[in-house]
């Protein structure tokens, strides 16, 4: 189903004075095979009604709060979510938070 995957990104570690933190910028793409528009109606392969590829753009802000305890909120902007459903969404925005808890 994917032709084509890309993805980059870049990390920062000490940002705001603090050594362990890590700040990171992503972005991601997949691409679908080609060969799926034969599914489809011959009217809609030439200009099918839904985007041929998902791209996310990611930060995240890893934070070491405590020798024990680490936090990292990450945010996510979904463009054309869901194209392997052959239909069309609406972007999404997304918001996470990851904990790690050493014991």
Known sequence: M???WYGAGLSYRGF?????DT??????QANMDKHRLDTL???ERENPPFALAEKVFEITYRAHLTPWLVVAPDVQYL???GVYSFQ????ALLFGLQTQISL
Request: hydrophobic content about 40%; overall charge negative; proline content about 17%.
């Open 2 to 4: 994917i032709a084509h």
């Open 16 to 20: 705001f004075n603090r050594d362990q």
């Open 23 to 28: 700040l990171s910028l992503a972005y991601a």
């Open 41 to 43: 109606p011959y009217a």
């Open 79 to 81: 463009i054309d979510p």
């Open 88 to 91: 069309p969404h609406p972007n």
